[in-house]
């Protein structure tokens, strides 16, 4: 297949390029905007393979400007767009929600817009229609008190980041069925491994512990995430772009639930350092307390985890250890600006972590 991957200089959009054109005989075409959290250096390895190089080509540009998407989606007659390319983090959805919106509600609909366009010529010419997968996340189900969330559930969204997350998708879903676009959607449990920016929790802890530096523990730390790894993201992924039922949307769970203590605990004993770095710090506003996904329909497809939690979780430490010429140069001025507006206050009013 000729595939379209945007956001792809991302951490989970990296992992799935370079696994996919190690696996099939795919070529992909990355566009990438490049914000603070894409990283050409999570593609370098691709660049310098020559099994994988003649079969990639990286782009740089934004999903929401329309004469670049057009020209890589109905004028390059793609198979398929996998969308990737969102702002991520919750915690800047809180200091600032336009960005969020920008790509994940703007940028959906310039992709899906190219989409259905080249569906239309396709259909015309007597092809095959191309398909179009949005990577979403379980957050838009909101927080999960008991059981699990199935893909029928009602979406409750409570972060400006899930509810953006939430309006791409309900996007893709109107475009299949008023224009019956050949649309999926993933919806992904919280995700681990190499290269992913120190933003996020387990980078974040992994990273601070190195440099004897404080673990900022939100609340209470009883929060409850179910953790994945990055190749078994990324392998689903291209399972429901290879196999999913047309419109099909598909829960990506992790391999068990942690507390964030837990999973601190177990940061800090990987690195042999001490619980006294961790600092209880003000919670984060509207914090979903846990999310927790079903996973049968994925199952259906064929698809298992391969990544045991702890085996993973102590590869991606051992990663981060050996590769701190990867994350060093991300922690220049503009970290340091953010890390102050989210930090600054909640450290000095910090007391020792429980
Ligand atoms: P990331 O922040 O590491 O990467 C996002 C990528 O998108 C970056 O390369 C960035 O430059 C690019 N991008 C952002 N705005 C763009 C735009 N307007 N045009 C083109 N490119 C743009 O994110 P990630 O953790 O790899 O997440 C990838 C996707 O998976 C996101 O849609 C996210 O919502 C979803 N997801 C993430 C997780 C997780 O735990 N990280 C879990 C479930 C779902
Ligand atoms: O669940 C999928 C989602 O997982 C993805 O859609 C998001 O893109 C991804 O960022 C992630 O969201 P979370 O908010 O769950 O991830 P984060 O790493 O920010 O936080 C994980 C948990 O750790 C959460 O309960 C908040 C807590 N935390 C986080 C940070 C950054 C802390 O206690 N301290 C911190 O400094």
Redesign the pocket.
């Known amino acids: 297949m000729k595939l379209l991957v945007?956001?792809?200089?991302?951490?989970?959009?990296?992992?799935f390029v370079r696994r996919r054109l190690h696996q099939t005989a795919d070529s992909i075409v990355v566009?990438?905007?490049?914000?603070?959290?894409?990283?050409l250096a999570?593609l370098a390895d691709i660049e310098r393979d020559p099994s994988m190089a003649g079969r990639y080509r990286f782009v740089q540009?934004?999903?929401?400007?329309p004469t670049i998407v057009v020209k890589l989606v109905t004028e390059a007659d793609v198979d398929a767009v996998v969308?990737?390319?969102?702002?991520?983090?919750v915690d800047r959805s809180i200091l600032d929600a336009e960005?969020f919106l920008?790509?994940?509600v703007i940028?959906v609909h310039v992709l899906l817009e190219a989409t259905r366009a080249l569906a239309a010529e396709r259909a015309a010419n007597g092809k095959p229609a191309p398909r179009f997968l949005?990577?979403?996340?379980?957050?838009v189900y909101g927080s999960v008190p008991t059981g699990q969330s199935v893909e029928t559930d009602l979406l409750a969204p409570a972060s400006p980041?899930s509810a953006a997350?939430a309006a791409?998708e309900l996007l893709v879903q109107a475009y299949r069925t008023t224009y019956g676009l050949d649309a999926l959607i993933?919806?992904?449990?919280?995700?681990?491994g190499p290269?992913?920016?120190p933003?996020?929790v387990v980078p974040l802890f992994i990273t601070n512990a190195l440099q004897g530096l404080p673990l900022p523990l939100y609340g209470d730390g009883l929060q409850r995430r179910d953790w994945?790894h990055?190749d078994d993201?990324a392998d689903a992924i291209g399972a429901v772009l290879d196999r999913g039922e047309p419109g099909g949307i598909y829960n990506?769970p992790g391999t068990g639930e942690r507390t964030n203590v837990d999973l601190t605990r177990t940061i800090l004993a990987q690195l042999d350092k001490p619980w006294s770095l961790v600092r209880t710090v003000e919670d984060r506003a509207g914090h979903d307390r846990r999310y927790a996904m079903d996973g049968s329909r994925l199952a259906a497809l064929g698809w298992s985890h391969q990544v045991a939690f702890e085996a993973g979780l102590a590869e991606t430490v051992a990663w981060y250890r050996d590769h701190e010429a990867w994350w060093r140069p991300l922690l220049n001025a503009d970290w340091a600006d953010y890390y102050d507006r989210q930090y600054g206050k909640r450290l000095a009013e910090s007391v020792p972590g429980a």
């Open positions: 945007c956001g792809g200089a991302g951490f989970i959009g990296s992992a566009l990438d905007k490049l914000t603070y959290a894409g990283n999570n540009g934004d999903i929401a400007d969308n990737f390319a969102a702002e991520s983090h960005a920008r790509t994940g940028g949005q990577v979403s996340t379980d957050e980041y997350k791409g993933t919806r992904g449990s919280n995700t681990y290269f992913q920016y933003e996020k994945l990055v993201h990506v």
